[in-house]
Every structure is written in C-alpha cells, then in structure tokens.
C-alpha cells in the first residue's frame, strides 16, 4: 500500500483549511453525509464517469472530476411543491386546477431559469393523476421525513434519471454546491472501489443493474423531469490517501456478494448502504491504527440481553475506545513530524521559527505565511498550536463518524442502558448473513468469518483475549453466542439441528423453502 | 451413554422398563431384512432415542444381547448374505476410528453391489463434524454433501448415494407425550404405595399429582392442554425429545421446592403436608419448573420451552377479577365455587384464601407481591383445569401470550379431519396479509390485495397495486388453507389452474399465525419483532414473482409505447383498497 502525497493540482477555492484528517483518511469523511447520501453521491459519480465513458476507471490517481446531474425541474416538483393540495383542495374542474396550479408553482420554484412545467399537462390524463405519482414520489423519498432544506432530499434511485447532487438553492435563484449533505464521502466511496481488486466484475454489476436495467419507474421520473439538466461544471477535488487498502477489497467483495443474489437491484441497495456504512467506519478505524502503529481494532458486540451483562460493559469500554482512536491518530499523525530529520534541521537551524512554520506548511497547509504571529512562535508550542487547532476542527466532523454512523447502521445502541456500545440490530444482522454466507455456513463458522472480517466480537472463541485476561468468563460470551443464535433463529436466518449445531442461511440463496 | 446406564440401573433396581413406540423401527426392519437395504443414519437431539433404535434393531435381526452389552463401539453382524455394521453412536469413535469408517460408507453407498449396509447414530454436530474430519476424498464430499442436504432440507439431488437419514427430532412430540404419561403413570411400580397411610388419607402430593397427571377422577384436562402445548412449540421449532418429555412428566409429579434438587420423594411428604405447603407441589407450577430454582429453570430445556408462553404472567381481565374478587362477588360466586373452590388441594386452599384476604383489606405490612405469586400459580392452573364449555367464556388463550392458539389448533385439527374450518379463520389471515402486504388499514378479507412500494421491497408503506387475487375459487385464483407435509399447514395461493404452476406456499407456524391474527385485528406489524413481518414480505415477493410470471404467459406484459400505467391503491369510505389507474406518457 502506498500512502499518496496531496496533490498538487488541488486548487479548490474553498478546501480544507489544514491538511491532516485529510492526508490520512481523505477528502473526506463526513458524519453529516448518512450512509444513505454517500450511497447516493456514489451513483451519481458512477452516472457521470459511466457517461464519459470511465465507469470505476481512474484515469490517473486522485484525477476524478466528473459533472453531476442537477434535475432541479424534478425536484422542485417532488420536494419544492405544496400547491398540490391546495390546489385540489379548491375541488375545481380539471382544466383550472391545472392553471392555478402552473401559476403557483412558476412563482415559487427555485433554481430554474424559467420556471414552466406545462409540458406536465401533455403527460398526465388528469390533474389528480399527477397528484397522485408526485405522492407517490414523496412517500418512497430516500429519508423522506427528515427535515432537511427541499434541495437536499432525494427521490429513491430507480434509474439514472433520478439521480442528481445536493445543492443549496439561494432566494435569488441562484444554485451553490455547498457540500452540506453530499460532502465527497461519495466521492471517497468511488475511489475506494477503483482501486479495489476486483473492480472489473464491480462495473459490471453496477452498470448493469442501476445505470443500464432501470426499473420502470424511472420512466415516470423521466416524464416529470424531461430532458437533464446538468451542473454547470465539473467537480474535482476528490482525494484519497491509499493507492490500495485491504479495506478496499473487503468493501468490493461485500458489494459483490449484495450485488450477486438472485434480487432486484433496488432490494440490494439498503444491504449496500449498510456494508458501506460499516466498511467506511472500518477504514477509519484501520487508517487510525496504521497511523498509531497499533492493533486492528475489534468490535465487542452485545446482543442485545434483558439484564445487564459483563459483555455489555466490554462493548461499551470496545465502542469508547475506538471512538477516541481517529483523534489519537490525528495527533500522532502531527507529532510524528517531529522525529524526522527535516524537524531536527529545521529546529537546529538559525531561523528555526520560520523553518518550523514552513515546514508544517508543507505538510500540514498551516500556518498561513502571511500571518506574521503565527510564525514567530517556538516550534514546540506552534506544533501544540497546530494539534489544537487541528482537534476542533476534527470533533466537529471526521471525529463525528464513528459514532454517527455506527448508530445510522445499526451498530450501535444505547437500549437499556446510558452508555453507547455495540449492539447490532436486526436488520444489520441480517445484511451480515446476506453479505458473508453464500448459501448456507455453521454458527462456528459464522462467528469466526465476522471476527476475521470485520473484528466483530461475539463468541467465547473470538473473545480470547478477554477471557485469558480475566476481564470475562467464557460463559458470558458463549451466553452472547447463545443469543445471536436466537436471534438469528426468529430472524428466519438460522436452522438449528440439534444443541450443538447450527447452520446460518442466506434467505435469498435458499430457494422456495421459506 | 444414557441408554446403556440407564439398561444397568434397571438390572440393578429390578425395575420393569417403560417402553414406547419407536417410529422408524418398523422401517428400519424392513429395510435391513429386506431383498436391496441401504444404508441408514439414525439422527436427531440428544434424548430422542438414537441408541435405543440401534440395540432394537440388533436384537431384532437376531444380535446376541450380551455382545451388545460388551459395549463395543461398532457392532457387526450378518444379515443373509450382508454385513450390517452399527454404529450406535459415531462420537465415541475416535477421529482416526471415525475416517476410516466413513471412508469406508462413502465408498459402500455409491456401490449398488456393495455387500456392506450400515446403520450409524449420531446427533447433527457430531454427524456432521466427523465427517468433517475424515480424509478429504471426492467420495467422502459427495456423502457429506449428501448427509447436508437431507438434514438440512430434508431431501436431495443426489438419488445415487444409496442413503437415507431419519430424523428423529422430527417425531411428533405431543403423542408421545400421551404415551409417556399412560407409560409412567400407570406404571406397576406404583402398587407400592398401597397401604401406605399418606395414601389413605388422600393427603400425598405424588399420588395428588399422578391422578392429575393421568386424567383421572375427571382431570383430563391437563393432559389435553399439555399436548397441546407441545404441539404448538413444535409447530414453532422447539423440539421435546423423548427425554426431555421423561424429566418433565417426572418433574410434573415430583416437584416441590423444598425437595432436595426440587425433587420430593416420599420421606418428605409428611413433613411437607404437616408445614401446609403441600400446594406448592402443585402439577399445574412443576410443569414450568416453578420447583426450580429461576436460574436453574431457564436453563432446563422443556421449562424453557413451556415458558415461552407465558402461562401465568398473561391474563385477562375476567380471569383476574374472578380469581382476586371471586370469593366475595356475588357476580362470581358460581363460577369461582366451580373452578376454585372445587378443588382444595390446589385451588382455594389455606395460603390462597389468606393471602387473597389480606391482599384485599390491604392493611401494614402485607405484603402484597406474595400474593401475586399465588395468583401466577392461580392463573397456571386455570390454563390447565378451564372446562371446555368456558373456554370461550373465559378466553383461555389468552391466559397465554398465544391468543389465537385455539384458533390454529382448530384449524389444524379441522384440517386433519377433512372437515370445514372455522369461518373467520381464512379471512383473519387474509385481512392480516392484506394489512401487511399493503401497510395500510385495509379491510379487504375475500381477496388478496398485492401491492409493491416501487422501490425496495423492506418499505413499510405500498402504495402501487400489483394484482388482486380472488379468495373463493375463481378463475383458477383461489387462496386457501391447506395440510403440509409436515404436520402443520400453510396458506396457500393458488394462480392459475393445473399444475405447471404450483400454488405459492407459506407455513403458518403459531407465531405467524399469531402475528396475522393480531394485524388483522388492528395492531400494527412493526409492533411486533422484525421475524414474521420480514416472513410474510418475502412471501409477497414469492407471490410477485409469480403474477409477473403470470402476465408474460398472459401477455399482458406488453404496454404501449411510451406509456408507463401504475395502479394506486385507494381507500374507499368503509377501507376498502381498490386500485385506481395513471397514464403517464414519457
């Protein structure tokens, strides 16, 4: 694995002010962005290499830059329209209803030059026809009932057509891409699956099954938005840090695995999000021990038990110390800098502050070299400095990751309890299942393949480490075992033969017998 | 190891051993004596009796008793011109023991000339970790590809490998639980306590105890409501082996929480009876291990699984005003003399009349969570004693978390006997579907109503109809109730007409068939654990698949150019779903 240097040709006005959760995990990680977006920026980055024609292909490393689509007639349609009800609600003939409401939504739409949606009447028999798909749209929305601003929802992405960036409509009509909710950890996703080993089979399944074979609703999405719309340039910036990444290749083959059940592709998706999501906090757990020198972190998982248990409070102590892993990176990632042999020359040199600054500027893109201040510090304290600064700026996003997503997954939980921890829920189980047996895999085996893959800690035999150091008994987390057996049971996901033997089932893989 | 010290214990004590059906004997028997045998392996929990059929069949076909006695780990003998081997338990062999046996069947069951059969007993982990362990050879793949297949569905691709598995967790529980009972009740040894003065005075809990367990002097409800019980627990996969069956029955008689390990013999009854806590030997608690210790109990296996039910934490609100205000409501004095104080053993007795007292005059120092443990017990035994005729009165189901239980073991019995079900059971469960399938509050129950949610199958709301399907018979769609071969039924969904298309099929185990009941009386799926919410949508995607299938050979597929026709589902006034058509031109 290589560790790639940021680029040179990075030019955005508006990127990151310092250079350090970036250079080790990417531009970027966001906690805001929920799996769901990142999943929904991924496609949309697919959609637009697919149409220049390099699907999955990296033309040289940390090169994308791609035009998103903008759809804002659809939008404004879907998420931008409460005519509607209104509308029907004055219970008027057809040919008015269609009239009122033409007048009102030309005064309100945002984003668009000229705002004329008659070409609908064309397409629809009836006003309530119309009505009727556009409900229908809201109520299968990607998180439909958040209260996000009206263009930052999404509609559920049946086809290309229904694919489009996050953007920021001002009041004037003009349209910004402020990176809110589509904060490049899509963009990171892309990359991370170009670079991933089998990433040939992955552009295939992909382009297949969401860009080429859209479900027929796609159709109707089509009428409402009509012709694309596209954004006005390109988007580039993108950058991630590892040439390759075991991380990489585990989050490819879960995608394969999704991508390979004999279900509709949009059954796939929320499997896909979820491997995602835990993939993503995997990678930032992984880089976050790469930069510490230490061991991969591992998962303590509670099933979820009546009462209070030993692993309950194992899972708690597991989930508390891996969330503090990424800022220890952060730090370590600094200091680091102070033992190499340019920080020796550049602190035993005569103008040792201006060295100091220059040379975190290099790396790190701070101090600014205008700011006389900051310059004239003692390389010690400048590096504290930096660390701080660094630090604030990483509890309010990078930092945020771990603990949002693990909960947006279903990773983590606080049921019955006031400390986070991991406990899974069922439908992230069943993705497990879905993602890591093929067709049918004993318990044991099971156990073992979530542990070796992801760190998940569940068993008594996983859970080594903590019985041989006397902070559990075995029993604990053969009771643990016992329960996701159970669990998995009710789930429908496992078929138990006698007490000893259990198999784990993939539903998908099992043919008729249901 | 059970069966051979249990065969010891018996010479020792004299005692005359209970026997019991074994359901693939006769199989077995004809099988191996017959012209073209294949081989047999005997599987299933530990305590279905895996041993026992092997020494049965030994002395069957003319095996020498004391060579079996010696206890040699695989047994051979000729059978006409073939050698049978038997292996009355594979686990007791050692790996490299074990590899060069099963080489030896996986060379054997694929060789129709073969003059070798065997007959092998182990239990699924064992079975399938010895085989796991043998020498990787493609033979020895086939055979536990094989082994795999016929365990875990029950069949196989692979008619070749002459092989055949019997299962014996898959017995039906709930009729040997009638044979155990006649078995252990009416047992010679019970003679012995002729004379003895405790049973003169119809004072001994045991003998209290072995009346009720058997049905006599008008008791046979226990017995009915017991089996019941297991039935329904089986129809849920939690399966009673015989010798869990033996520890519970035991348990039923013998229970006592101050017994030593809860277990009373009869030294202790006079001490018991004179402490006036002979009503804790109650059968109605010993059936779920209330003896026991808590933590013990959750850990035994049948209590466990009799738990599930929650018999005495459930109740409703009829049964709780009779058994706390009974004594003194005049409204219930006829019901409570009938169905309490009847029975002074177990029902009104000392402890209960005392603590029901001081429980409703309140008063320092009661204390009140006493009772309520007297009640749970109150409340088991109403569950098992409740005469037929106010089951319905008194809605005993709902003494149990199962309140359509009753409904599902009629069904299932009606089912049985060829006879017509009861009326709102279909339509119960096709409100219940339609509910689910939907995500809404529909009130159709004489057709199905398919729907889809356009996007991801696992969405809660569909709001686009797909089909509706016809309940009664009619145009070759029909959705009914029907038999599997497994002992249970399923609702099945019939398409078109004859057989190319077989009806789509989903077992209604009595957690699914609680679940629909439930939705179809109002409550919301997503009230109740993922499992049979996710169940019945992969049920509706099964039934999707197929009315796509139907419209190809239809022809209906095809639309116009350029046109998109959705079907929305609308609610009428009294919540009817009815489609409603949209052209959407592209």
């Given at each position: ?36 977006l ?7 980055v ?69 705002p ?13 026809d ?66 991933s ?18 479900a ?43 991508l ?17 999501g ?41 989930y ?13 990632f ?139 008994d ?38 008729e017998?249901? | ?7 010891r214990?018996?010479k ?22 017959g ?86 007993a ?57 044979y ?43 017995r ?116 309490v ?31 309520l ?89 569909s ?13 070759g769609?029909?959705v ?37 009941g ?37 022809g ?16 009428t006034?009294?919540g ?11």
């Amino acid at each position: 694995m290589e560790v790639l240097a940021r680029p040179t040709h990075f030019e955005e006005r508006s990127g990151p002010e310092i250079w350090v959760d970036e250079a080790i995990w990417g531009h970027r990680l966001h906690d805001e962005q929920s799996p769901w977006l990142t999943f929904l920026e991924f496609l949309n980055v697919l959609l637009a290499e697919k149409v220049a024609g390099r699907a999955l292909q990296e033309t040289s490393l940390n090169s994308l830059s791609y035009r998103p689509q903008t759809q804002l007639r659809l939008r404004n349609l879907v998420f931008n329209n409460p005519h509607i009800t209104t509308v029907l609600a004055e219970d008027r003939s057809d040919e008015l209803a269609w009239t009122s409401w033409l007048e009102k939504m030309a005064d309100t739409a945002g984003g668009l030059e000229s705002p004329d949606f008659a070409y609908l009447r064309d397409r629809f028999e009836t006003f309530r026809d119309f009505a009727a798909v556009i409900r229908f749209l809201q109520g299968s929305a990607i998180e439909g009932d958040s209260n996000k601003r009206w263009s930052s929802k999404f509609v559920f992405p049946f086809g290309p057509n229904g694919l489009y960036e996050d953007v920021n409509v001002k009041v004037n009509g003009g349209v910004t891409t402020d990176r809110r909710f589509f904060a490049r950890t899509g963009e990171i996703l892309y990359l991370m699956l170009c670079r991933s080993q089998r990433v040939e089979e992955l552009r295939e399944r992909l382009v297949g099954q969401f860009l080429q074979n859209p479900a027929p609703y796609d159709g109707m999405v089509r009428a409402l938005q009509g012709e694309a719309q596209l954004a006005k340039a390109d988007r580039g910036g993108a950058f991630l840090p590892c040439s390759s990444h075991p991380a990489f290749d585990r989050l490819a083959e879960d995608w394969l695995a999704i991508l390979s059940l004999p279900i509709p592709a949009y059954d796939a998706i929320p499997h896909l999000v979820a491997v995602t999501g835990l993939n993503l906090i995997l990678y930032q757990l992984d880089r976050a021990g790469e930069v510490l020198g230490s061991e991969r972190a591992s998962l303590v998982c509670e099933i979820v038990s009546p009462k209070k248990s030993v692993v309950r409070d194992l899972s708690a102590d597991s989930y508390q110390s891996n969330n503090a892993l990424p800022q220890q990176a952060m730090e370590r990632f600094i200091r680091a800098t102070t033992e190499t042999s340019q920080w020796q020359t550049a602190i035993t040199s005569d103008d040792a502050a201006i060295e100091v600054a220059e040379l975190l500027k290099r790396a790190f893109d701070w101090p600014d070299p205008d700011d006389d201040d900051e310059r004239s510090i003692p390389p010690e304290e400048l590096i504290d400095r930096l660390v701080n600064k660094a630090a604030v700026r990483h509890k309010q996003h990078v930092g945020k990751v771990h603990m949002t997503w693990a909960r947006a997954i279903g990773l983590s939980s606080r049921r019955s309890s006031r400390r986070v921890r991991y406990a899974p829920t069922d439908r992230l189980l069943k993705t497990l299942v879905v993602t890591c047996v093929a067709k049918r895999m004993e318990f044991k085996d099971f156990l073992a393949t979530l542990a070796g893959r992801y760190g998940l800690i569940i068993g008594d035999h996983q859970a080594r480490s903590f019985i041989d150091s006397g902070n559990a008994d075995q029993e604990d987390f053969s009771d643990n075992a016992r329960r996701l057996e159970e669990r998995l049971a009710s789930l429908g996901l496992l078929k138990r033969l006698s007490d000893s033997c259990a198999y784990v089932e993939n539903p998908f893989q099992r043919g008729e017998a249901a | 190891m059970y069966d051979e010290s249990i065969q010891r214990a018996l010479k020792r004590h004299r005692i005359k051993p209970i026997v019991l059906p074994a359901q693939f004997m006769q199989a077995l028997l004809e099988n191996f004596s017959g012209a073209d045998p294949v081989t047999q392996i005997i599987t299933g929990t530990a305590g279905d009796g895996k041993t026992y059929h092997c020494r049965e069949v030994w002395s069957a076909l003319g095996g020498d008793e004391a060579t079996w006695n010696k206890g040699t780990k695989v047994q051979t003998l000729a059978v006409g011109q073939r050698t049978l081997v038997i292996v009355k338990d594979l686990s007791e062999l050692r790996d490299e023991e074990s590899a060069e046996l099963i080489a030896g069947v996986a060379r054997d069951v694929t060789q129709p000339s073969s003059n070798t059969v065997y007959l092998l007993a182990a239990n699924h982990g064992q079975l399938l970790e010895k085989l796991k362990a043998a020498p990787d050879t493609p033979e020895v793949r086939r055979l536990s590809d094989v082994v795999e297949d016929l365990l875990v569905t029950g069949g196989t691709d692979d008619r070749e490998v002459r092989l055949n598995l019997s299962d014996l967790s898959r017995a039906p529980a709930a009729k040997m639980t009638s044979y155990i009972i006649d078995e252990i009740g009416g047992h010679e040894g019970w003679a012995g306590c002729d004379g003895c003065p405790a049973a003169r005075d119809q004072a001994c809990p045991i003998l209290e105890n072995r009346r009720r367990l058997t049905g006599a002097d008008g008791h046979g409800k226990f017995r009915q409501r017991l089996a019941s019980l297991v039935e329904l627990s089986e129809r849920n996969g939690g399966h009673f082996p015989v010798r869990q069956l033996l520890s519970l029955v035991a348990n039923v008689i013998l229970g006592h929480p101050d017994g030593r390990d809860g277990l009373m013999s009869c030294g202790d009854v006079p001490d018991i009876v004179a402490s006036g806590r002979a009503d804790l030997a109650s059968v109605y608690r010993n059936v779920f291990g209330e003896n026991l210790k808590p933590s013990r109990a959750e850990k035994t296996e049948p209590f466990k699984k009799l738990n599930l039910f929650g018999i005495g934490a459930e109740t409703s609100n009829r049964v709780d005003n009779l058994l706390v205000y009974g004594a003194d409501d005049p409204a219930y004095s006829e019901p409570y003399d009938a169905l309490v104080r009847k029975d002074p053993f177990y029902g009104a007795t000392a402890n209960y009349t005392q603590g029901q007292k001081a429980y409703l005059e309140g008063g320092e120092g009661v204390d009140r969570s006493a009772f309520l443990h007297l009640l749970k017990a109150q409340r088991q035994r109403l569950f098992f004693t409740l005469p037929d005729d106010l089951v319905a009165a008194y809605e005993l189901w709902d003494l149990t978390v199962f309140r359509f239980a009753g409904v599902y073991l009629e069904v299932a019995e009606k089912l049985g006997a060829k006879q017509p079900l009861p009326r709102a059971a279909l339509s119960m469960i096709v409100r219940g579907l339609n509910r689910v399938f939907t995500g809404m509050l529909v009130q159709n129950q004489d057709e199905l109503v398919l729907a889809t949610s356009g996007s991801y199958s696992q969405s809660k709301r569909s709001p686009l109809l797909d089909e509706l399907i016809s309940v009664p018979r009619q145009g070759g769609e029909e959705v009914s109730l029907v038999l599997n071969p497994q002992g249970g039924f399923d609702v099945a969904v019939r398409l078109t007409r004859g057989e190319i298309h077989p009806a789509v099929r989903l077992e209604l185990s009595p957690t699914r068939f609680e679940f629909l009941g439930r939705v179809a009386e109002g409550a919301l799926p997503s009230s109740f654990s993922l499992e049979c919410h996710e169940d019945i949508l992969a049920f509706k995607a099964r039934l999707l698949r197929e009315t796509e299938t139907r419209r190809k050979l239809d022809g209906d597929d095809v639309g116009e150019d350029g046109q998109l026709v959705l079907r929305f589902i609308e609610l009428t006034n009294d919540g009817r779903a009815t489609p409603r058509r949209v052209m959407v031109r592209a």
